[in-house]
């Protein structure tokens, strides 16, 4: 066991002295790769921000059920049994024009304003939490019950939520595509990496050939050197990224305080930072494999 | 250990390199390889090695049909043979002892061992003073003794060797064929290519001849029990001045 790890690691070490044989090419194909993977990296990071802002922002969606001002207590209770016999709604609150007045007396300071008016301006109103939360339920639950007698208006609180969803969700798709085209990049990268690499050591994969070299021996610090190559990529996109959000960040704190809200954006979670190196040294060593496979059969011994 | 069966080789272009051949080499046997160049030495050689196929006929190495393997199992078959090539195949972009190296670093050898392993062939064929240097900085004769003691430093059953003392002059070629002579004293298989027919004087090995292909010495059966007798005797006149 030892042996054998002691053989990996010999390997791991030619693949990384072939790498910095020539430093400059060496940190610039890693550069190369870093940037291309910070880009939909970056833009992922940027959006997961705008997903976090907006759950925090939209809370649990409802739906705000104003009764027409002459709704009677009889009214009331029948819609009250209505709501909670209806099976796509989870539980209503009934906040009486009364409450609500008092409720705005308090928090907007316009205590002096409302005591001036004659009559109470507020209608009855249900807060209805539904079961689902995805955007078509919630809309057909809305009209359905701006439908009910002696309902004046169903306000479907959460909307611009949503709308803001829909642009998120395109957003993911533009990162997705953004992400599948550079990850071909990156295999297109290693692949012609490894053809020149193949075409220098053209002589000692010929010599091994001869002397009894398994082509598993000969393809190893080739794969070896694709994903360490990718990894190094991963890490230096890494960089970029907690980098970069490091300086928006600064500009960001200047920004809400004007605003005087407090919002930084979050850097790469661990979990999404190991599934970035991985995933480039993965790509690395897919397109190290792809190279060898097709330019190792070509260089046979005669 | 090796059996050649009528065997035939065409290349692409219709080139007959080798038309009929049939032979045997007993374990531990030495055996020279005649003939002028082109004949089909180094073709013989190159089917043992599973280099070139066969296109019809059989070789047997180790009773392994060499023509018949899969690419799979062809590394294993080598690693049973020192090709000695006459075109030397060292690399340049490592020291002389990490050319020796390469070949228990292929077949798996722990650190050390490989490390003792390389030092003895150097030594064997009198490099050991040379393992720092880089193999361009060597002589003719000294790149050929490189190339042996890679030959043979995993202890390979039989040695092939192209031409090789092919550019070398006559003191070199004496100091190689020692060398050969010594492993064949502790029972290696040797077979050895050569148009010099100077070397083959008191070699005491046996001799197989080539013409444009064909093996003009019948050596198959009773060669076995002659495989001591003269060189010269087993020479045949053809081959000698054509190279």
Not at chain 1, 248 to 277: C, E, I, K, R, V
Not at chain 2, 16 to 34: H, R
């Amino acid at each position: 066991m030892r042996h054998t790890i002691a053989q990996h690691t010999g390997v791991l070490r030619t693949a990384l002295r072939r790498m910095f044989a020539s430093p400059l090419a060496g940190i610039l194909n890693i550069l190369v790769i870093g940037i291309a993977l910070s880009l939909p990296a970056g833009l992922y990071v940027l959006l997961h921000n705008a997903q976090g802002l907006l759950t925090q922002l939209s809370g649990t969606p409802q739906i705000s059920l104003f009764m027409s001002m002459e709704a009677k207590t009889d009214d009331v209770e029948h819609l009250r049994k209505q709501l909670a016999g209806h099976p796509a709604i989870a539980g209503a609150e009934f906040v009486s024009r009364a409450q609500a007045l008092e409720q705005l007396k308090q928090s907007t300071g316009l205590a002096d304003v409302i005591g001036g008016l004659k009559q109470n301006p507020l209608p009855d109103t249900f807060i209805v939490h539904p079961k689902q939360s995805d955007a078509q339920a919630l809309n057909q639950l809305s009209i359905e019950l701006a439908k009910l007698p002696k309902v004046e208006l169903a306000q479907l609180d959460s909307a611009w939520a949503y709308k803001l969803e829909a642009l998120l969700k395109f957003g993911r798709l533009a990162v997705l595509i953004l992400a599948s085209l550079l990850s071909l990049a990156l295999i297109a990268i290693t692949f012609n990496t490894i053809r020149l690499q193949i075409l220098t050591q053209r002589d000692e994969i010929e010599v091994s050939k001869l002397i009894g070299a398994t082509d598993g021996f000969i393809r190893r610090p080739f794969l070896y050197f694709g994903a360490t190559q990718g990894l190094l990529g991963g890490i230096a996109a890494w960089l970029i990224i907690t980098a970069s959000l490091r300086l928006l960040n600064g500009q960001l704190t200047a920004l809400t305080q004007l605003y005087a809200s407090q919002f930084a954006l979050h850097p790469l979670s661990p979990g999404d930072s190991l599934s970035l190196l991985l995933f480039s040294a993965y790509l690395g060593w897919l397109g190290a494999w792809l190279s060898v496979a097709r330019h190792l059969s070509q260089v046979e011994p005669r | 250990m090796i059996s050649f069966n009528q065997v035939h080789k065409r290349y692409p272009g219709g080139y007959e390199a080798l038309k009929n051949v049939s032979f045997d080499i007993a374990e531990g046997e030495m055996v020279f390889l005649t003939g002028h160049s082109g004949a089909g030495k180094s073709t013989l050689l190159k089917l043992i090695a599973a280099i070139e196929r066969p296109n019809s006929g059989s070789v047997l190495v180790n009773n392994q049909n060499v023509g018949a393997l899969k690419s799979g199992a062809r590394p294993y078959l080598r690693r049973n043979l020192g090709i000695i090539f006459q075109d030397h195949k060292l690399l340049f972009d490592r020291s002389v002892f990490h050319n020796v190296l390469l070949p228990l670093q292929i077949c798996g050898f722990d650190h050390r061992e490989s490390g003792k392993r390389a030092r003895a062939a150097l030594d064997k064929v009198g490099l050991l003073k040379r393992e720092k240097s880089n193999p361009i900085s060597l002589s003719g004769g000294e790149q050929q003794r490189l190339c042996i003691a890679r030959a043979i430093v995993n202890r390979p059953g039989i040695l092939l060797a192209d031409e090789p003392t092919g550019n070398l002059d006559a003191e070199y070629a004496q100091e190689i064929m020692a060398i050969f002579k010594s492993f064949h004293q502790v029972g290696a298989t040797l077979l050895i290519s050569t148009h010099d027919e100077s070397v083959l004087q008191d070699s005491g090995g046996r001799v197989l001849s080539l013409k444009h292909g064909e093996l003009q010495t019948a050596s198959t059966g009773s060669g076995q029990a002659a495989s001591t007798g003269s060189g010269q005797a087993a020479s045949s006149p053809e081959g000698r001045g054509q190279s």
